[in-house]
DNA sequence: AATTCTTGCTTCATCGATTGAGCAAGCATG
DNA sequence: CATGCTTGCTCAATCGATGAAGCAAGAATT
């Protein structure tokens, strides 16, 4: 019964021939339905026995397609190049197997057009639930799904076509920007507008981490620089020409800075480095989003943490529920201590 | 021709009605290969054009079950918490893509059992090719996959039963050995033996790095003290509790450290900062593995970062020339220069 | 003894795409 | 005019798993 080069896989049809019994009854022995279908427990046991013998493994192409639900699970997800969506995709990995789900990733490296066409991929290979995550056009991937019948939850950046989990974005930046203003008051003695760098000006997250950023200088009595809101993309690159086009038109550059994401921070930190600009007094810094060594790189930094657990619970909430109906979570991110 | 909803999806039935010809006709038109079954370019017009309008998509799943390629290709990957997974991650992707492959990825989280899982998983999809990456038992995952007659390729970790893509990881290790010695002697002008933390010892990369780091004491007239090499596992925990338990035991700690991975050092940094034992003077460190933002945490720290893009060329290398032989390529890591 | 119920299976259509085989019409060739 | 070739399609089997419907044998009921 050995094989030494097992050309073709072991389907229930072999089993069923060496069980000396039908197709149709190991299919039930082995997907768990054997009692409602009534097979015995004599031949449950050998159907099993055999299965385990010959190495046998489900056709998921073949079960998913006469299924009415595949139980696959898609994800859309922007970059792997930080803790924040690392996390994401761990955890939504994690839930995703614990309810029985299989689960697709798809790395779509900011691009919309790769996010349109990861989504149609996952539609083919019959997903019944994606989730998009910081999608740069959410409503267009839930258009495509909503055509297909598929459901859809945005997360990190929402969407109006899908239920959204989202961090509270202006409550995080508000905190954020207070203690960039107080590092810097308690530093330099003086209150001076902060510079807002990195993220894109027209996603939501960063219009609402902005509108923080203002209402904090609001409530510290500083008048915010419009030259200093510098929404000039997350790539590093991006972060560290802003800075260098800043340092070109003013001499007086801020003292303290707000900077968008942990990716953006690596441009502006380099700049910072290479220019030595700042040689003299370091800037007081603030990071939207956690990493473990920016938290070591000194006490002018402070960062927001995304609660990525209770926002993946959150998702799981909605798909286990079923609900569909257009509603935005705002999970409160973690202002991190120093040190 | 508007649904509202969806219930069933568009198939090639319901085009081949619509369009007043067969479903194989369609069939044929979408999958490219209409001039081979001699298709009038017009009626392949027609089909196109229908297919565009009704927001027809590929059910995969029947397509891959007749085919007796997927065209899927699977990873497993350990974690998703450093730079050198993640990038793994990304270029896997995007280099499957460019094949017209459909990647698939699940994260192990180190755990063995996981593996396994992961791998029948990946399976029942019928993968054509799966990349074992950093597994902890590699050899029992081909394994699986060869009585199932699907290709194998380790990445990271290798194994003995299948053609492995590695790091040089006994020249990288000497080398970042040999700087470590050399800043320690500049900065303390004194040779003395260096702590060697993190990885677990029975993984092949971890002895690799300790031969090296073993040899490069040597040829430097240094004799390595067998107490200081603490292979203790990867979690920051894990170092950091070696750190701990290092320190009760000595007074006299090692003046450098050869730390085995980004996410050790993590939990290195963690216990310098907090015990307060570097305080005076800071260690000299070398990581094996590159992270942005430990190389702005000073100059005291060397990295060596893998080559990620060459390994990931060599593993597709090995799947498009259809090698199967047992073989360990090995590419040399990049020496950070400090700053 | 005749009827109904239960148990333990098997048969067969089905999911949607693919592809070898075949067929009819049109054209060219001898 | 008969034959063969080309063009442009259609037919039907197939991939492997699933589950509704059905059937035969034995047990229970009247």
Redesign the interface.
Known sequence: MNRT???K?TTIYDLAELAGTSASAVSAVLNGNWKKRRISAKLAEKITKLAEEQ?Y??????S??RRDR?KIIGMIVP???N?Y???I??QF??LARARGL??????T?RDPALELEAA??M????VDCLVATGATDPDRVMD?CA???VRTINLDLPGSHAPSVISDNYGGALELTRRVLANCEKEYGEKTPLLFVGGRGTDHNTMERVRGFRDAHAEAGVTVDEALVQTCGYA?EKAENAMRQLAERTSDLPRGMFVNS?ISL?GV??WI?RSGHYADRVPQLGCFDW????A??GDHIEMVRQDVPKMLDAVFGIIDSGATDITVVQIPPIVEKI?
């Open positions: 080069t097992q050309t896989r190495g493994a489900l056709n998921m192409q073949a998913v397609l595949s970059k792997y190049d803790r969506f690392g996390s995709v761990e990995e994690a299989f689960p697709i990733i798809t790395c490296m149609r991929a539609l083919s290979y019959q495509l055509a297909a019948g590093p942990t690596e930190m380099r480095r990493d473990p060594f920016v070591m790189l040190g």
